[in-house]
C-alpha cells in the first residue's frame, strides 16, 4: 500500500484557525453506510440508542512548547513530551543543536543529554514549572492564528495532563450537549492517551506498511473495559470519540473483550487490520492527507467510502483539521 493512495484534493483555505462558536454549531458529516447526512454538532444527542456505550479520551493538553535561546545567541524551540529517569524527550527547533548543548529557557538552563535522529533528551530541575511559566499550548503549524485562551485547544472535560496535542474530536462538546447525553439512556465512560508525536509525525516511507509509530502512555480503567466488553456481548452499540480513543481501545482488546490496562500504545492501524474492540462508530475530524490518522479512519470505515466522503466535504466546505468540522462515520460492520 502505497503513501500517495492517502493523497485528496484539498483547498487549504478550509483549514479552520479558531473552533466554532459555540463550539457544538460546527457541522457534523454523518457518513452511514447507504449514504451521509449533513448536520450540526448540537445534533449528535439526537443520533444516540438507548444502550450505546459512548468513549472518549479525557487527556489534558500541557503547554508544553517553549522558546530557548542557545548559547550564541540564536533561537530554539521546544516541545517536551514525555518524563524519563535521566530527564525529558523532546523534540528541539534550531541548528546545530546536539549533546552537550546548553539551552536557556528563562533564569534555567537545559542540557541536550543525548540526540537519537530527531529526539533529544534535556535535563531539567523541573519543565512542568517552565511550562507553567514559559510553556505555550503546542498547536499545529497549518494553525497560524494565535489562541484567544489556552483552553481553545482543550476539551471541557480533559482531566489528566499529559497530551501535547488535542484529541480534537472532543473539541465539538459542550455542556449543553453533555447534558442532553445525560438525559439519553446511554452510558459515558472514559479512557486516558496522552498525544505524543507518535499521533502526528508525517509518514515518510513509500510504503505505508514501513512507517513505526511512536509510542503513547495510556490507561484503560475497569469500568470503561467491562461497559464496552458488555456492550459488545448484548449487541449494544459503542461509540469511540477520537482516533485516540481508538488506539486506546485496541492497544488492549481481543474479539470484543476490552482488558483493563496501563502501558503504551504503538499501534499502526491502516486498512486491512482487523478491529478487536467492537467498535460500531466513530466520531472524528477531518484529517491530513497522507497522515495516519486519515489511515486509520480509512481502516475503520473503507478506504473507497472515506476518499469520496472527503471529496463531497471539501465540495461542501467543512472547515478542516484540529478547529475543522466533525465527522460520525459508521464502521463496516457496525450494528446500526
Known amino acids: 500500500m502505497k503513501l500517495s493512495d492517502f493523497d485528496y484534493e484539498f483547498d487549504r483555505r478550509l483549514i479552520a484557525q479558531r473552533p466554532a462558536k459555540p463550539r457544538d454549531s460546527s457541522r457534523l458529516f454523518y457518513m452511514k453506510q447507504d449514504g451521509s447526512e449533513h448536520l450540526r454538532f448540537y ?3 439526537d443520533l444516540l440508542q438507548d444502550g450505546d456505550v459512548i468513549v472518549r479520551n479525557v487527556s489534558k ?4 512548547r517553549l522558546e530557548a535561546k542557545k548559547e550564541t545567541g540564536g533561537k530554539a524551540e521546544i516541545l517536551f513530551y514525555r518524563p524519563l529517569d535521566e530527564g525529558w524527550e523532546c523534540l528541539i527547533k534550531g541548528s546545530n543543536i546536539k549533546a552537550g548543548s546548553k539551552l536557556y529557557v528563562g533564569n534555567e538552563e537545559l542540557t541536550v543529554i543525548k540526540k537519537e535522529g530527531s529526539k ?3 535535563s531539567s530541575a523541573d519543565p512542568k514549572d517552565l511550562m507553567k511559566s514559559h510553556g505555550k499550548m503546542p498547536t499545529p503549524p497549518y494553525i497560524t492564528e494565535e489562541l484567544q485562551a489556552s483552553d481553545e485547544y482543550q476539551t471541557i472535560y480533559a482531566q489528566e495532563e499529559g497530551s501535547i496535542a488535542a484529541p480534537t474530536a472532543g473539541l465539538h462538546f459542550t455542556d449543553e450537549v453533555l447534558d442532553a ?3 439519553k439512556n446511554v452510558e459515558l465512560h472514559d479512557v486516558i492517551l496522552h498525544v505524543g508525536p507518535g499521533t502526528f509525525i508525517p509518514v515518510r516511507t513509500d510504503d505505508v506498511e514501513d512507517h513505526k509509530m511512536g509510542t503513547e502512555y495510556y490507561e484503560i480503567p475497569e469500568t470503561t473495559a467491562e ?3 458488555v456492550a459488545n456481548n448484548e449487541g449494544r452499540r459503542v461509540i469511540v470519540v477520537g482516533t485516540t480513543t481508538v488506539r486506546t481501545l485496541e492497544s488492549a482488546s481481543k474479539n470484543g473483550v476490552i482488558y483493563p490496562k496501563k502501558g503504551w500504545a504503538d499501534l499502526f492501524i491502516y486498512p486491512g487490520y482487523e478491529f478487536q474492540s467492537g467498535m460500531d462508530l466513530l466520531l472524528t475530524n477531518f484529517h491530513l492527507p497522507r497522515s495516519t490518522l486519515l489511515m486509520l479512519v480509512s481502516a475503520f470505515a473503507g478506504k ?7 471529496g463531497e466535504a471539501v465540495q461542501m466546505k ?3 483539521y484540529s478547529f475543522g468540522d466533525a465527522m460520525l462515520m459508521e464502521g463496516k460492520n457496525a450494528k446500526i
Open 318 to 320: 467543512y472547515r478542516f
Open 227 to 229: 461497559a464496552v466488553t
Open 120 to 122: 533529544y533528551v534535556v
Open 181 to 183: 447525553i445525560s438525559q
Open 43 to 45: 445534533r449528535f444527542p
Open 61 to 64: 493538553v500541557i503547554p508544553a
Open 304 to 310: 473507497e467510502r472515506v476518499m469520496d466522503a472527503y
